[in-house]
C-alpha cells in the first residue's frame, strides 16, 4: 500500500466506537471498516452515528441522502464592511478579527464541518475550493470569501458549467485574478486586456495544459521542430487562445454599493453582488477560443462571457481534468485510467456537468472500496482532513476555533493558500517515489510532522481546551477519553478497538505489536498514560494518516 512508500517517516495519534454498529453492518453486508473507510472518503471523518447510518443505508443510500439535505452556510452577519474606515474608535477588541479578517469564516468552516450533517456537500465545497482558488492573502475580507465559498456550497451538486460561470463572475475572482475592471485594448495608451484569469481559468479550472483522452492520459503526437523530429504531448491551446479568452471577459467591474448615486466602470469593491458589465469597456471584435471556434464581433458582454463559459464546459479535457482532481480530493492520489474515464464518462453524460452523477461515480466506483493495484492506491490527509476526522471519529466536542488556529502551523490556513495553485498541486510528487503523485505532500515533510505531533499530542492529552470567552456559545474543544481508560487494563482490548475505529480493521502486524508494546509501558495502575501512549502512536504512524 502507499503508507509503505511512508517508511521515511517515525512512527509518530485517535477514535470513536460502536459494537452495534459494527453488527448492523455486517447483516447488511457493508462492515463497520467498509463504511469507515467510504466515510472517510465523502465526508469528513467517521461518527458513530454515520457509521450506523451507512451501514442501514448503503453507500448509493447514503450518497442520494446527503444530496437531499440543507446545505450548510456561513451565517454570521457578513455584511461587507466599508475597509477604508476599519474599526470605529472605542470599538471592542475583536472588531478587526470579526470584521476585517477571514477568522469568522474559518471559524465557521471547523463548527460546520465538525457537526452539520451535510457531509458531502461541505467536503465537496472544500475540493472545488481548492481547484478553483481564491486566497485570504488577497480576499482578506469575510464577507467577500463566505460569498465566494457559497458558490461551492450551493452548486455541489448542481452543475459543473455553473460553476465556472458563477466563479468568473464572482467579484472576489474579480479581485483576485483582475477580472474586475478588465477594459478592452486602447493601443493610445498602451492598455492591452488582462490575461491572467483567462488563463488561469483554462490552466487550472477546467481543461489542463495538454489534450488528455477520456481516461486522463496526456495525448501525444510527432511533429517537426527547427531542430528535427520531436514526440511530446499536445498543448490544449496556445497564446492566441489565451488572448481570445482575455478579450472576451473584458467589460466587467464590481456592482455598486447599496446607496451609491451612480456606478461607472471602475466602481470601488464590493463583494455582496456579481459582476456587472460596462459596454464601453467591452471589445467587440472577434476572438479566437477553444477547439476551432471564434465568437463573432458586436456581440454585448453577457453574450461573449456565455459563450465563452459554453465553449470551456464542452471542451472534452473538462471531465478527466476536473475528474481526477475530484477523486484525488476525496478517495485516492492515483485513480487508475480506468476509474478517470468511469468518472469522466460520467461527467460527459447528459446532462453534460451534472455534479450528483460525477460525486456518485467517484465514492461508489469498486476501485474505490477495492483497489485494483492496493500498491498504488490512497493519500496523504491533508491537514484539514487529518485534524477533522481526527476529532470526529474521537467523537470530540469542539467549537472549532482550536482545531482552526493549528492550521497555520500545519501550512494549510483554510481558504487563504500560497497562490492560486492552491496549498498543492495535484501532480505533486510523491518523495520517495516520483512516478506517484502525493499532493498533500506538498506541505507534509519532517518539520510539519513534528508539528502535527505536538498538536496530536495535545488533543489526545485528556486535557479540555479551554473556550475562548470572546467566541459566541464557545464550549472549546474536548476528546473524552474514558472510554479508552477503561479498555487499557486491557492493552490487547485497547488496541483492537483503536484498529476498529481508526483504521476501519486495517492494520498491520507490525504496527498492532507496537501499539500493544506501547500501551504495556505504563503500569496498569495508569490506564490513562497507557490509552495516551496507544492512541498517540496510532495517529501518528503512517498507516493512519495515509488514507488506503
Not at 128 to 146: D, E, Y
Request: proline residues 8%; positive net charge.
Amino acid at each position: 500500500m502507499l503508507t509503505r512508500r511512508l517508511s521515511f517517516l517515525p512512527l509518530l495519534l485517535a477514535l470513536a466506537g460502536g459494537a452495534q454498529a459494527q453488527a448492523v453492518a455486517q447483516a447488511q453486508g457493508l462492515t463497520d471498516g467498509d463504511a469507515r473507510r467510504f466515510l472517510a472518503q465523502a465526508s469528513f471523518g467517521p461518527t458513530a452515528a454515520d457509521v450506523t447510518a451507512l451501514t442501514q443505508m448503503g453507500r448509493q443510500g447514503w450518497v442520494q441522502k446527503q444530496f437531499t439535505l440543507s446545505g450548510s452556510d456561513y451565517v454570521a452577519p457578513y455584511v461587507d464592511p466599508d475597509s477604508s474606515k476599519g474599526c470605529p474608535t472605542g470599538s471592542p477588541e475583536t472588531c478587526k478579527r470579526d470584521n476585517y479578517s477571514l477568522f469568522p469564516v474559518q471559524l465557521q468552516f471547523f463548527q460546520n464541518a465538525l457537526s452539520q450533517p451535510d457531509q458531502l456537500r461541505q467536503r465537496t465545497a472544500l475540493a472545488l475550493s481548492q481547484i478553483l482558488v481564491v486566497s485570504g492573502n488577497t480576499i482578506k475580507l469575510p464577507n467577500a470569501m463566505a460569498n465566494y465559498q457559497r458558490i461551492f456550497l450551493r452548486n455541489a451538486f448542481g452543475n459543473y458549467r455553473d460553476i465556472l460561470k458563477e466563479v468568473t463572475l464572482s467579484p472576489a475572482m474579480g479581485r483576485y485574478l483582475n477580472m474586475a475592471n478588465n477594459a478592452k485594448a486602447n493601443p493610445a495608451k498602451g492598455i492591452e486586456p488582462n490575461e491572467n484569469y483567462a488563463r488561469e481559468v483554462l490552466q487550472l479550472f477546467s481543461i489542463g495544459l495538454w489534450e488528455l483522452s477520456l481516461d486522463g492520459t496526456t495525448k501525444t503526437s510527432t511533429r517537426m521542430t527547427t531542430t528535427g523530429l520531436i514526440t511530446g504531448p499536445i498543448p490544449a491551446y496556445d497564446q492566441d487562445t489565451v488572448e481570445g479568452f482575455a478579450h472576451a471577459f473584458t467589460g466587467w467591474t464590481y456592482a455598486p454599493r447599496p446607496g451609491a448615486t451612480k456606478s461607472r466602470f471602475g466602481n470601488p469593491s464590493y463583494y455582496d453582488a456579481p459582476m456587472i458589465a460596462f459596454e464601453e469597456q467591452h471589445d467587440t471584435g472577434t476572438k479566437k477560443l477553444l477547439s476551432g471556434v471564434v465568437l463573432p464581433g458586436g456581440q454585448r458582454a453577457a453574450a461573449d462571457l456565455d459563450a465563452a463559459i459554453t465553449n470551456i464546459f464542452n471542451h472534452p479535457n473538462v471531465g478527466p481534468f476536473i475528474g481526477r482532481q475530484l477523486i484525488q480530493q476525496l478517495v485516492t492520489a492515483n485513480p487508475s485510467p480506468a476509474y478517470v474515464a468511469r468518472v469522466a464518462s460520467a461527467f460527459n453524460a447528459s446532462p453534460r456537468g451534472d455534479m450528483k452523477r460525477v460525486l456518485m461515480a467517484i465514492l461508489t466506483d469498486p476501485e474505490a472500496s477495492t483497489p485494483t493495484d492496493p500498491s498504488r492506491f490512497g493519500k496523504l490527509r491533508e491537514p484539514i482532513v487529518q485534524m477533522t476526522h481526527l476529532l470526529r471519529s474521537m467523537g470530540a466536542k469542539s467549537d472549532g476555533l482550536w482545531p482552526m488556529k493549528q492550521m497555520s502551523s500545519l501550512s494549510q490556513p483554510v481558504f487563504s493558500p500560497p497562490s492560486v495553485f492552491s496549498f498543492f498541486p495535484p501532480d505533486y510528487d510523491l518523495p520517495v517515489d516520483p512516478s506517484l503523485d502525493g499532493p498533500a505532500f506538498g506541505v507534509f515533510n519532517a518539520s510539519s510532522a513534528f508539528k502535527l505531533s505536538s498538536v496530536f499530542s495535545t488533543a489526545l492529552s485528556g486535557k479540555p481546551i479551554a473556550p475562548d470567552t470572546s467566541i459566541p456559545n464557545a464550549i472549546g474543544t474536548s476528546i473524552d477519553l474514558t472510554p479508552w481508560v477503561t479498555l487499557a487494563v486491557q492493552p490487547a482490548s485497547l488496541v483492537a478497538e483503536i484498529k476498529r475505529v481508526m483504521f476501519g480493521g486495517r492494520m498491520s502486524v507490525a504496527l498492532e505489536s507496537a501499539l500493544l508494546r506501547a500501551a504495556q509501558i505504563s503500569p496498569v495502575s495508569k490506564p490513562l498514560e497507557r490509552a495516551k501512549a496507544a492512541l498517540f502512536l496510532a495517529a501518528m504512524s503512517p498507516e493512519y494518516l495515509v488514507e488506503n
